[in-house]
């Protein structure tokens, strides 16, 4: 657990204001075994209404088989699942108002894109002017009108998705279910469709739950994320508070880069705590209190991008150290310094390149200093 109290971050209200129902998807201690092997361990969730969350994890940690319950695809060993009040546990998935987008699209080969789209509709035995009426207006939203005759291999990667996403809008589910939904796009078309799948999914209202192994995409679209390890939810909340306030040694590392300091608490006041580590020779300084004892063994984690670097020696008592750069990641931006301390511990920090070429500041073998501010990481106790 994080055993700090520091002040948390701001609600990103801008995206969760207009979000309905706190309990429209409840998720109540579902646990799901395969023979013997416990995949989902009595997993608890709310999700509000319009909200997009994200199921987050490593391989094997269960993300999947708990988003297959959701749909259907795998009955809950125990638990129950509710979806705006009904449950739905006894329910066939074809009886579920919920549809779910796959990681290959499975769109049919021998249909054009408004078939694609109609396909669902003609199913449950809509007229035909209905039909046309919701396939154009589908078209619209995703900007695949002009394609409406191709098939799907005279499509792009992300028109494929386009289409594969209006098709699973076209019926209204009460939840949409996105199985790695990035998984087939290469990078730069995945930043790209992060931010157009988000504001399609937020323009029509629809309660959306993905799973991804990407923490970019979790990061970048959803409101609230559960980050999931050994079939077992071990954090829940915004971006944010999973990336600056991991409340275990797992989720600080999980997301992201870090530094981890380990140590033993030496003083701990009710305004600041110092925690002297053999990796380090000076103190380190956290301007405020925690919920810990003098002598507790903790683990102090600060992201390279708090890491300030210098050749002069930073004018502050704590929470410094003097290394020398073994490695650089170059990332055109930035560069990541990987330094050598004397005590044989690694360190990281984030550097802009604000100079035309990034050897100019530092390089290779450079004596040079880091620090960072009291308030710059967290305290792990777990």
Same mark, same amino acid.
């Given at each position: 657990m994080v055993s700090q109290t520091a002040t948390p971050p701001s609600d990103p209200s801008a995206r969760t204001e207009k979000l309905g129902d706190q309990n429209y998807v409840?998720?109540?201690?579902?646990?799901?075994?395969? !023979?013997?092997?416990?995949?989902?361990? !009595?997993?608890?969730?709310?999700?509000? &209404?319009?909200?997009?969350?994200?199921?987050?994890?490593?391989?094997?940690?269960?993300?999947?088989?708990?988003?297959?319950?959701?749909?259907?695809?795998?009955? *809950?060993?125990?638990?129950?699942?509710?979806?705006?009040? =009904?449950?739905?546990? !006894?329910?066939?998935? @074809?009886?579920?108002?919920?549809?779910?987008?796959?990681?290959? @699209?499975?769109?049919? *080969?021998?249909?054009?894109?408004?078939?694609?789209?109609?396909?669902?509709?003609? =199913?449950?035995?809509?007229?035909?002017?209905?039909?046309?009426?919701?396939?154009?207006?589908?078209?619209?939203?995703?900007?695949?009108?002009? @394609?409406?005759?191709? &098939?799907?291999?005279?499509?792009?990667?992300? =028109?494929?998705?386009?289409?594969?996403?209006?098709?699973?809008?076209?019926?209204?589910?009460?939840?949409?279910?996105?199985?790695? *939904?990035?998984?087939?796009?290469?990078?730069?078309?995945?930043?790209?469709?992060?931010?157009?799948?988000?504001?399609?999914?937020?323009?029509?209202?629809?309660?959306?739950?993905?799973?991804?192994?990407?923490?970019?995409?979790?990061?970048?679209?959803?409101?609230?994320?559960?980050?999931?390890?050994?079939?077992?939810?071990? =954090?829940?909340?915004?971006?944010?508070?999973? @990336?600056?306030? *991991?409340?275990?040694?797992?989720?600080?590392e999980f997301i992201g880069s870090l530094n981890v300091i380990e140590g033993k608490v030496e003083n701990d006041e009710a305004d600041y705590v110092t925690i002297r580590s053999p990796m380090l020779q000076d103190l380190i300084h956290i301007g405020h209190g925690i919920s810990g004892f003098e002598g507790q063994e903790v683990a102090f984690a600060v992201r390279p991008e708090k890491v300030t670097i210098s050749r002069e020696e930073p004018d502050q008592p704590h929470n410094k150290a003097q290394g020398i750069i073994e490695d650089i990641a170059y990332y055109g931006s930035h560069s990541v310094y990987h330094l050598r301390l004397p005590s044989g511990y690694k360190l990281m920090a984030n550097f802009a390149n604000r100079k035309r070429w990034a050897s100019e500041s530092f390089t290779w073998n450079d004596q040079v200093w880091v620090s960072w501010g009291e308030n710059a990481g967290v305290v792990l106790t777990a």
């Open positions: 409840r998720i109540v201690e579902v646990r799901k075994e395969f !023979d013997g092997f416990v995949a989902v361990d !009595d997993v608890s969730l709310s999700i509000r &209404k319009g909200e997009i969350f994200a199921l987050l994890g490593g391989s094997g940690c269960g993300k999947s088989t708990l988003l297959r319950c959701l749909a259907g695809f795998e009955r *809950p060993t125990s638990g129950k699942i509710e979806l705006d009040g =009904q449950v739905l546990n !006894d329910l066939a998935p @074809y009886d579920r108002p919920i549809n779910m987008m796959f990681q290959s @699209y499975a769109l049919f *080969p021998h249909m054009t894109v408004e078939q694609n789209i109609a396909f669902g509709l003609k =199913q449950d035995g809509h007229g035909k002017e209905a039909i046309a009426r919701r396939v154009e207006e589908m078209l619209g939203i995703v900007q695949m009108g002009k @394609y409406a005759k191709r &098939k799907p291999h005279q499509l792009s990667g992300g =028109q494929q998705q386009r289409v594969a996403l209006a098709r699973s809008l076209a019926k209204s589910p009460k939840l949409l279910l996105l199985d790695e *939904p990035m998984g087939a796009l290469d990078k730069k078309l995945r930043s790209q469709m992060q931010l157009e799948l988000v504001n399609i999914i937020e323009k029509l209202g629809v309660t959306c739950v993905m799973v991804t192994h990407d923490q970019e995409e979790a990061m970048t679209m959803a409101h609230r994320i559960a980050l999931m390890d050994a079939g077992r939810i071990r =954090q829940v909340g915004t971006p944010d508070e999973i @990336y600056e306030q *991991p409340t275990s040694r797992f989720a600080a």
